[in-house]
């Protein structure tokens, strides 16, 4: 008889309202989970744990960061390499559906295949062929196949803000209207940003400006009236397309506000060394 432990990780999130859960009653884990557990104790061995990992394969770029740096994304695989390499482990076999569910990256993948079996902990996939050949192989395929997910996703994205809706959360001051996922101002949250930009068009000075809508917050205050955005311009990635959604602020006002914050001093005490910042 044999101690298993099952790993389960997500392929992508269930739309829409993905907020790191679920919203079906049976997840991809809870699938994953139920067939590994149906082959092993059909064998009668025994799972010990049943790990699930809710962050997806896209969610990271593997291909620029190590293996050290990879388990710290997923805390839940690092906490059982950890008790690995401890030796404070209970099982022989850590089961997976198929091998991308370790990583999607070929060389991550075989460099924790190969740590785990370093500790006599064998990896067993369900779906995915568990001979080295042929997993390193597939550790390939499964690689450019989440490099051309990322792909496919920015150039709908891209579509998506030509068309005018967009890409990610709209700043303070508008909305994504749910119907036609364009940006719209807020009734009240744009007189709010038309307010700041008058007070400081009409020389209010900056800090007074923070206190009375930022809590004092100088940088709040430069982000919002250097945001192009107000005026109807919307900038994503390399994408920058005026007349974009209805603006806020005009031209005008955004253009004299850009001049008069030019001339603001700016604080650098925060880029210099702790025993000098008293100096600035």
Known sequence: MTNVVIYTRISRPNRPGYKGQFNTETTPTERQAQELRAYYEKQGDTIVEVIEEKLTAASLKENEIDLNQYLSKRPQLKALIDKVRSRQHNFEVLAVWKHDRLARDALFQESLIRLLNGFKVRVFSLYSSNERLARRVQGIVDQEEIEMIRLRTRAGLKARVEAGRVASEPPF???????????????????????????????????????KFFKGSTARVRKVLGNTTYMGKYIWKEVVIENHHKPIIDKDTFDRVQAKLSREPRRITKALPKHLRHLA
């Open 173 to 211: 001051g508008y909305y994504s209207s749910p119907k036609t996922h364009k940006m719209l101002p807020h009734f009240k949250k744009s007189r709010i940003i038309i307010e700041v930009f008058n007070d400081y068009d009409n020389d209010m000075p900056l800090k007074e400006v923070a206190n």
